[in-house]
């Protein structure tokens, strides 16, 4: 790391050397002080969310917030390297616009309403219980189907492997048939 | 050359870091490799924290951002080169333009604030804390990159990463380019690569030239190089750019002799008197 | 691709492509797509490797590329046909991988007849049902299983009929019993292809695609150049080849371009499919898709309802490796019911749920749109603004009783309700909409764990970093906490119809941290498999038919290799070879490059030095290589199987397709797909012109749907035919994400690319008084939306046989949620579907094109109105 300067004063330090004030003069303590924000942050190693290259991802936490995400140059697919998108996925996962609440519509409703998670967890199974009753097909000409007609489900491919698991098993018990992702479309 | 001179050119700025002087570092930007997909536009506003610059459509091919300012450090330009025909006949150009850090930066010289210093790497960095946004700065650049940053009152431009060099990483554009048409290294070093880079694709890509690795030039030289497929206008960039205090020397000698000659009349004078 | 080679899945990783020598990039702008893939096409470009690429525009991709060739869109088939057709007629075949390593040999039934014969069709033809029967197309003398695709077909067409099981994968000494070697027989697959393709010469090719035969021959000779012992080529597409009415046709001529130049198993070689989201190929290998159970196992279908043994009787195998069927399927009914599934009583089989046709995504719409469908998930889909015809899909979901959207940010799908084209026109009122709409805040990949299979098969673990705040949840965290409280609220007693199967499913999970987060490690556990003594099984040669183990997902068995998260491994990639074995994990068995014995000679020697991969060697009697074999690791070259061999064992030691019947690359396929056994050129289903190469028109197996709010564009034989002249075509651009949902929200990426436009070239800019930076509306019998106009180059007017063709080009991004907001692209285009994959014709369809904005209020009802009218395109219901 840098000397430590000899004189306070930036007019002083110009007579240390930098006699016109354009170097290490001019420096001020806090550029002095200065240095990557991720030097002293905890690394958790990811996978860029986008599409489908799979490039190697570093986040870098500080006091439990993301501070930075960028390239894995460990990675033998990226090398460190990210397009645009994947160079903005801490502001992706910081966006001004995103929701931190749940929200609900009721029917004919004319605006937004709060409603507590638990709540609306309670309220969805509700309703699939429901619907799966109410649209249950036991057969169809002449064979056992038991699925059920009412309800379908899209999403899944910017899913983790693991979700899109539960998900099939999950709707497979429940006998829910359509079932879909972005892979189709 | 003047004592001067030498005194204000970027080997002799780094010098007054004594021995925490580095080796001066600087990119070389491969034109022939780059897809313009602007990474490191985004990669140096996440890393350097700058706001977007407005959303407006310009019709100027993918370009939305228009030019290098205080709050865009890295810059796509796109040029369409069709003349009205067909597809496949024609060129896409495309070049990441940056902070040239010149080897006799106008911005440095004219900054009255001492908020511009040469760094240790021998780049060109504009300190946020002390700078007060007189705008000096962005007139002193030939090349038009300095713009104002309004929210905080100061100017912005590239550092080079000058914190991330501090700690021994690459600025974040070049690491973030997938294509690796931004290579980030010493510029000595860059400067001897881009020319053996500009001869391995003569012949494979029309009009190549180097811009900024001339140390003749009228900035002696930038740390940011360039290969380009066309003359540099054509990317907007000026062909022969010129530090505006490059006769500042002379004006300070012919200064310092009318100076002198006064102090010698006056004295001629008194001495009559 | 599953069934020329044997599995759905890239035959090649993403740092192989470094070592083609020439690389046809189609159907795919990887260059603003993948940008980041894209630096290994750089590598070989800059290793002396020729670029192509083919694509109707002049983009990122183009501009680097050694030769760019714009083609018509939805002309593809006619141009890869007509290579295909260079390299026969000019015998540019790697012979003799062709003849050991394909079907090429295999005779075909005399009963096959060819669209040559039938005017665009092939025999088999069932007008009635819009669809073909397999029968005629069969190998002489046996009939063989597909390895995939009919698994991805309409249950309606009955294929199965007339395959008796009995008869299925005859083979005799490894080999279909009927085959010619030298290739001369007239109904050897070889000649029936040479006959096939012999339309699509290079002047046919010209007039079709608009291109020159200059261009055309260009291409064809690279391809042949770098293709053989010493040098190989690889291909690289993405959605512009499966958005088309043909995309799997599109795919199929690729495959046999690539079989017949002997690249697939080859470094440097193969196909690479570029996928578009993070996990999109994890979604189809554990597949959040109606047809399909995880591993490419088919859902149950009632028209073949029966118990277990008849299932694996039906879409097993008897030879390769889907003759081990019963072992997976077991292992999967064990995984989700437990101990509850034995073998009295067929492992639960009878709880899955039937399939009674075709439940696609399209389909769920239009049952929303007939009422039928009441309830609705949207999981990170923005629907509203990324599906074909999106406009109808806004008017659907306010039929729906209830809506779950799970999402970062309020997207267009969450408020159609209140804010959408149809609430401005009047078309819909928000006070009529009687949907009850539930936004869930999703957390996202940094706020979870979890692991993501990429474009080459590569299963990535990521870690979580930061909890989620408020209410945001993972997936994993709603639908284990959803079906727990449905299991709660259900109770032991319930009179629920079908409650076993909710009662007795595995769901033991254990939940971590303050938000009871299930640990993904476990459900990745459960995927990967254990044995009967509960220890993780290390691969899927270890899977019983007996319930002694348990796996969630076959190909994925060993991901959990020796106790240990696969996925997870990050050995940098200065410490080992350019395959990076240790970097995650790749299905199957960490075999990154796929049928790579085929790397190898029939001798089991590498074609030449300069392409070595895997080999035998022969002191330690056993395949060695840069990767791991996909092949049994101690099979020899000169292995010949008994007659009557099933499973593996059947496969002869110089056949690298492992999962097909006979162990070969089908250039012909007997069984698998809907619409044909070979490609065949057909228009798009909207398309300003008639069909140049047959007289059939388009797809005639394509899945249409005339129907109130999804009317189609008149072609030009009918009347008003002319009122669309223009090619549409969508796309993506690097700086935004589909529907924008993951963009548009992201200041940094909304500046680079803030509004809606349009590509036009400065020829239809002229003719339609177009001004460049100002604005135009684009129109379709399904509606119509503005953009700001691009004057470009880029885009140039086709000319096919005289008459002057124009296209006009449209990003999607746009919609009316985010920091920058634009008309939705999607929504002028009609619902058309592939029948093998039900995927929509995005990449062509017609249009019309007029200068300034599009009139707003009542005033676009009526535009509209008389836009259909006056096309004659008003459906009724």
Redesign the interface.
């Known amino acids: 790391m840098k000397a430590k300067p000899r004189f306070p004063w930036p007019a002083l330090r110009q007579l240390d050397g930098d006699p016109l004030g354009t170097g290490a003069a001019v420096q001020s303590h806090k550029t002095q002080a200065w240095t990557a924000r991720t030097t002293d942050a905890k690394v958790v190693k990811s996978v860029c969310p986008f599409c489908a290259v799979g490039c190697g991802q570093k986040i870098f936490v500080k006091d439990e917030r993301i501070i930075q995400i960028e390239g894995d140059e460990e990675s033998p697919i990226s090398r460190g390297r990210l397009c645009p998108k994947g160079a903005a996925t801490r502001a992706l996962t910081q966006s001004p616009l995103r929701e931190y609440r749940v929200k609900y519509r009721r029917p004919y409703g004319t605006a937004w309403e709060e409603l507590p998670l638990d709540r609306a967890m309670d309220m969805i199974a509700d309703r699939v219980i429901k619907t799966r009753r109410e649209t249950w097909v036991a057969d169809h000409e002449g064979k056992p189907v038991n699925h059920v007609a009412g309800i379908a489900s899209l999403g899944g491919a910017t899913l983790d492997n693991e979700e899109n698991y539960l998900m099939k098993k999950l709707y497979c018990a429940l006998g829910i048939v359509q079932v879909e992702n972005q892979a189709r479309l | 050359m003047s004592t001067f001179i030498d005194l204000t050119g970027a080997a002799a700025q780094s010098a007054t870091y004594g021995a925490d002087e580095q080796q001066r570092m600087g990119f070389f930007t491969d034109t022939t490799l780059c897809i313009g997909c602007k990474a490191c536009e985004v990669a140096c506003k996440e890393w350097n924290e700058l706001p977007e610059d407005g959303y407006e459509f310009t019709g100027w091919s993918y370009d939305n951002t228009r030019e290098l300012n205080g709050n865009t450090w890295r810059h796509v330009t796109f040029v369409e080169q069709f003349s009205g025909r067909s597809a496949g006949t024609g060129r896409w150009l495309m070049e990441s333009d940056v902070c040239k850090h010149c080897t006799h930066a106008g911005c440095l010289d004219v900054c009255p604030t001492g908020a511009i210093m040469r760094s240790e790497f021998g780049t060109v960095v504009i300190q946020q804390d002390v700078c007060n946004g007189c705008g000096y700065c962005i007139v002193g650049c030939p090349f038009g990159v300095i713009g104002l940053k309004e929210a905080e009152g100061t100017t912005g431009k590239c550092t080079l990463c000058y914190d991330r060099l501090k700690a021994g990483e690459e600025p974040a554009c070049a690491k973030a380019c997938p294509t690796d048409s931004i290579q980030f290294g010493a510029v000595d070093e860059l400067r001897e690569r881009a020319e053996k880079r500009l001869e391995a694709v003569q012949g494979r890509f029309d009009g190549a030239q180097l811009y900024g690795t001339d140390t003749g030039d009228g900035v002696g030289g930038t740390g940011s190089m360039f290969l380009l497929l066309d003359k540099p206008e054509v990317y907007g960039l000026p062909p022969d750019p010129i530090v505006p205090t490059k006769d500042l020397p002379q004006m300070w000698r012919a200064a310092g002799v009318g100076a002198a000659l006064l102090v010698a009349a006056c004295v001629a004078a008194a001495v009559r008197a | 691709m599953g069934t020329s080679f044997g599995r759905g899945g890239a035959t090649t990783?993403?740092?192989d492509l470094q070592n083609a020598d020439c690389l046809l990039i189609m159907g795919s702008n990887m260059?603003?797509?993948?940008?980041?893939?894209?630096?290994w096409v750089?590598e070989a470009r800059e290793r002396g490797a020729t670029i192509i690429h083919v694509d109707p525009?002049?983009t990122?991709?183009?501009?680097?590329a050694d030769i760019?060739?714009?083609i018509r869109p939805g002309s593809d088939i006619a141009f890869l046909g007509g290579i295909i057709n260079y390299v026969l007629q000019n015998e540019r075949d790697f012979r003799e991988y062709v003849v050991n390593y394909t079907n090429a040999s295999v005779l075909i039934g005399e009963e096959y007849e060819d669209t040559e014969n039938l005017e665009g069709l092939f025999s088999g033809w069932v007008k009635d049902r819009n669809g073909y029967t397999f029968n005629s197309w069969q190998y002489d003398g046996t009939n063989v299983h597909g390895a995939s695709g009919q698994r991805e077909s309409q249950e309606s067409l009955a294929k199965y009929q007339g395959l008796n099981p009995q008869e299925m994968s005859k083979l005799e000494a490894g080999m279909p019993p009927k085959i010619d070697r030298t290739l001369k027989h007239p109904r050897c697959v070889y000649q029936i292809l040479k006959r096939h393709f012999a339309r699509y010469t290079p002047d046919m090719v010209a007039r079709t695609c608009g291109i020159s035969e200059e261009?055309f021959t260009k291409v064809a000779e690279a391809l042949c150049e770098n293709s053989g012992r010493e040098r190989t080529s690889a291909m690289c597409y993405a959605v512009a080849w499966t958005h088309h009415t043909t995309g799997v046709q599109i795919i199929r001529s690729a495959a046999i371009l690539q079989l017949l130049l002997g690249n697939i198993g080859r470094p440097g070689g193969g196909i690479q499919a570029?996928?578009?989201?993070?996990?999109?190929?994890?979604?189809?290998?554990?597949?959040?898709?109606?047809n399909l159970?995880?591993g490419y196992l088919n859902?149950p279908q009632?028209?073949k309802?029966g118990p277990l043994a008849k299932y694996i009787e039906d879409e097993g195998g008897k030879t390769g490796y889907w003759g081990n069927m019963d072992t997976y399927i077991t292992s999967l009914l064990k995984a989700?019911y437990g101990d509850h599934a034995t073998a009295d009583n067929d492992f639960c089989f009878?709880?899955?749920?039937?399939?009674?046709g075709d439940?696609?995504?399209y389909?769920?719409i239009l049952?929303?749109q007939d009422g039928?469908?009441?309830?609705?998930?949207?999981?990170?889909?923005n629907?509203a603004v990324?599906?074909?015809n999106s406009s109808l899909h806004r008017k659907a979901m306010a039929n729906l009783?209830?809506l779950?959207v799970?999402?970062?940010?309020?997207t267009e799908t969450?408020s159609f309700?209140?804010d959408s084209p149809e609430i401005e026109s009047g078309d819909l009122k928000?006070?009529?909409?009687?949907?009850?709409?539930?936004?869930?805040?999703a957390a996202?990949?940094?706020?979870?764990n979890?692991?993501?299979?990429?474009?080459?098969r590569?299963?990535?673990?990521?870690?979580?970093?930061?909890?989620p705040?408020?209410?945001?949840?993972?997936?994993?965290w709603?639908?284990?906490?959803?079906?727990k409280?449905?299991r709660e609220?259900?109770g032991d007693d319930t009179t629920?119809?079908?409650a076993d199967?909710?009662k007795f499913?595995t769901w033991d999970y254990h939940t971590e941290g303050p938000l009871d987060e299930?640990s993904?490690d476990d459900?990745?556990r459960?995927?990967s498999g254990w044995d009967a003594e509960g220890k993780a099984l290390n691969g899927y040669d270890k899977l019983k038919a007996d319930g002694s183990t348990r796996c969630?997902?076959w190909i994925?068995c060993g991901v959990y290799k020796d106790e240990q998260n696969q996925a997870a491994n990050?050995k940098?990639?200065?410490e080992?070879n350019?395959v990076?074995a240790e970097?995650?994990w790749a299905w199957p068995a960490n075999r990154h490059l796929l049928y790579n014995r085929a790397s190898a000679d029939p001798d089991g020697k590498p074609w030449s030095e300069r392409k070595k991969y895997v080999w035998w060697d022969e002191e330690k009697s056993q395949w060695a290589g840069y990767d791991t074999p996909d092949f049994e690791k101690t099979k020899r070259p000169d292995y010949v199987p008994p007659d009557g061999a099933r499973r593996e064992a059947a496969i002869a030691g110089t056949h690298p397709f492992i999962m097909q019947d006979d162990g070969l690359g089908w250039l012909f396929v007997p069984n698998g797909i809907v619409d044909g056994p070979l490609p065949t050129h057909y228009e798009p289903s909207e398309s300003p012109i008639g069909n140049p190469v047959y007289p059939q028109q388009s797809n005639p197996g394509a899945q249409r749907f005339p129907r109130e709010w999804n009317p189609s564009n008149p072609s030009p034989s009918e009347s008003h035919g002319d009122d669309f002249p223009f090619i549409l075509t969508t796309y993506r651009?690097?700086?935004?994400?589909?529907s924008g949902a993951?963009?548009r929200?992201?200041?940094?990426?909304?500046?680079?690319?803030?509004?809606m436009?349009c590509e036009v070239s400065?020829e239809l800019a002229k003719l339609r008084g177009l001004e460049?930076?100002r604005w135009a509306t684009i129109v379709t019998t399904r509606t119509a939306i503005e953009a700001?106009v691009?004057v470009?180059?880029?885009?140039?007017?086709l000319q096919l046989n005289g008459k002057t063709l124009h296209t006009v080009g449209v990003p999607y991004h746009w919609g009316r949620?985010?920091?920058?907001t634009g008309d939705s692209a999607n929504d002028l285009l009609p619902i058309v579907l592939d029948p093998n994959?039900?995927?929509?014709e995005d990449k062509a369809s017609t249009c019309n094109i007029l200068p300034g904005r599009r009139p707003r209020g009542r005033a676009f009802h009526e535009f509209m109105e008389k836009v259909r009218s006056d096309a004659g395109a008003e459906v009724t219901p």
């Not at chain 3, 990122?60 to 680097?64: E, F, G, K, L, N």
């Not at chain 3, 039928?372 to 889909?381: D, Q, R, S």
């Not at chain 3, 928000?430 to 805040?441: H, L, R, S, W, Y």
């Not at chain 3, 651009?733 to 589909?738: F, I, N, P, S, V």
Request: one cysteine or more; hydrophobic letters at 40%; glycine letters at 8%.
């Open positions: 990783f993403q740092q260059a603003e797509n993948h940008p980041v893939g894209f630096q750089m525009r002049f990122r991709t183009s501009a680097v760019h060739v714009p261009d570029l996928r578009g989201h993070s996990s999109i190929q994890g979604s189809t290998d554990i597949p959040t898709l109606f159970l995880p859902m009632a028209q309802f989700w009878a709880l899955l749920p039937r399939l009674t439940h696609s995504a389909r769920s049952g929303m039928a469908v009441k309830g609705y998930f949207a999981v990170g889909e629907l990324g599906s074909a009783d209830w779950v799970r999402d970062f940010s309020e969450a309700w209140y928000t006070e009529a909409i009687g949907t009850e709409v539930f936004f869930m805040p996202s990949h940094t706020e979870k979890g692991s993501y299979t990429n474009t080459q590569l299963l990535q673990w990521h870690h979580k970093a930061v909890d705040q408020g209410d945001a949840r993972s997936e994993l709603f639908y284990y906490h959803l079906g409280r449905i609220k259900l629920e119809p079908y199967a909710i499913l299930p993904a459900v990745l459960e995927i969630g997902c994925y990050r940098p990639r200065a080992q350019w990076a970097w995650g651009l690097t700086e935004h994400h589909t993951m963009t929200t992201v200041p940094q990426l909304s500046e680079l690319q803030p509004e436009f400065p460049h930076g700001r691009m470009t180059g880029r885009l140039r007017p949620k985010g920091l920058v994959v039900h995927i929509q």
